[in-house]
C-alpha cells in the first residue's frame, strides 16, 4: 500500500543549506522509488489558519518509505533541513481505492 512522507514545515531559513538540501533529496528518493505529490505551493484557505509548507512524499510501500529516512544518502543531507526549518515530519499509509469514510468506524 502506498505510503507518504509528510512535512509540515515552518520557519523555513533560506540560504545554502536548504539549497543543497533542496538540490540533494531528488537523488536520495530514486532509489526508493519516492516522489514528491506536494511540495509547497500556494494555498487556497478554506479553514482554520495552516501556517508554512505542506510536503508529501509518496513511496510504493512503508518498508521503501522506511528505507528511504534510514538511507545513508539521506541522513547525510538531513542535517541541513533539520538545522534551518522548525516542523514535523511522519510516515502515513494511504487507503484502497474504494475506501470509504465509515471504514475507519470498523
Same mark, same amino acid.
Given at each position: 500500500?502506498?505510503?507518504?512522507? +509528510? *512535512?509540515? /514545515? !515552518?520557519?523555513? %531559513?533560506?540560504? =545554502? &543549506?536548504?539549497?543543497?538540501?533542496? %538540490? ?7 532509489? #526508493? &522509488?519516492?516522489? #514528491? ?8 484557505? /478554506? %479553514? *482554520? $489558519?495552516?501556517? *508554512? &509548507? /505542506?510536503? $508529501? +512524499?509518496?513511496? =510504493? &510501500?512503508?518498508? !521503501?518509505? %522506511? ?9 547525510? +543531507?538531513? =542535517? ?16 484502497? $481505492? ?6 475507519? /468506524?470498523?
Amino acid at each position: 500500500m502506498t505510503c507518504y512522507a +509528510i *512535512g509540515h /514545515l !515552518r520557519e523555513i %531559513e533560506m540560504g =545554502p &543549506d536548504i539549497v543543497a538540501y533542496l %538540490e540533494g533529496i531528488d537523488a536520495t528518493l530514486a532509489p #526508493f &522509488d519516492g516522489r #514528491f505529490i506536494i511540495h509547497g505551493g500556494e494555498k487556497h484557505q /478554506l %479553514e *482554520g $489558519a495552516f501556517q *508554512g &509548507d /505542506l510536503i $508529501a +512524499i509518496a513511496f =510504493p &510501500d512503508r518498508v !521503501r518509505a %522506511e528505507a528511504w529516512y534510514a538511507s545513508p544518502a539521506y541522513r547525510t +543531507i538531513l =542535517p541541513l533541513r533539520l538545522n534551518k526549518a522548525v516542523g514535523e515530519v511522519f510516515l502515513i499509509e494511504g487507503v484502497e $481505492a474504494d475506501h470509504k469514510a465509515t471504514d475507519v /468506524l470498523s
